[in-house]
């Protein structure tokens, strides 16, 4: 299995707080998983796509959604109980604007296009700052500021997003994924064969990379 060649495309959304989770959790995989070269790969989705470009207030909306202050709470707490696990820290309360990412998707894709390592940094980048730190993700001073931190050149992403460059090749790949029947994310496409639905454990998540590795042909594996 030495050297063998992965790639993983990983559908999600970067206010996804599971996405995040599973970000996390594979990153602990792969670290199992020495002997494997593996490239992975950042898809887009879109939790609410129908979310005005400014956003909107997200405690308002969360209610809106969950139906109360209370169940918000509940999935918070757990959330920011699982995400200590991880190294991460949910600070939900700095959270003001539960933003539209259609154009955090297209600052991922032209990550991409530099290196599947630029783009890997930029969506760890904006999974923090929209989880640890509650900025707007859906600002373009974030989303230029994140793309610096990554090393990209910082001039050619503001004029990009002054643009609509790549807006409709964001909208066809998310399409492409509800095609494809996936409805909700994390989603782990393993070399375009094997499809692992949620964040699932890191040692899950290993065993089923190193089970394609070895050959096995697929199924489909959920859990969260």
Known sequence: MTNKQITIDVISDV???WCFLGRQRLKAALEMLPELNVEVRWRPFQLDPTLPAEGKERKRYLVEKLGSQSRVNEVHDQLIAIGKEEDIEFDFDAIEVAPNTLDAHRLIRWAGEVSAEVQDRVVGELFSLYFEQGENI????????????????????????????????????????GQMGVTGVPCFILDQKYAVM???????????????????????????
């Not at 590795?213 to 697929?218: S, T």
Request: charged share 30%.
């Open 198 to 224: 949620g964040a699932q454990s890191a040692e899950a998540m290993a065993d089923a990379i190193r089970q394609i590795a070895e050959g096995y042909e697929p199924g489909l594996s959920e859990d969260r």
């Open 138 to 177: 859906g600002s373009h001073e974030i989303l230029i500021e994140a793309a610096e931190d990554a090393g990209m050149e910082y001039t050619i992403i503001e004029t990009l997003l002054e643009g609509d460059t790549d807006s409709d090749n964001v909208r066809a790949e998310i399409a492409v994924a």
């Open 15 to 17: 206010v996804c707080p």
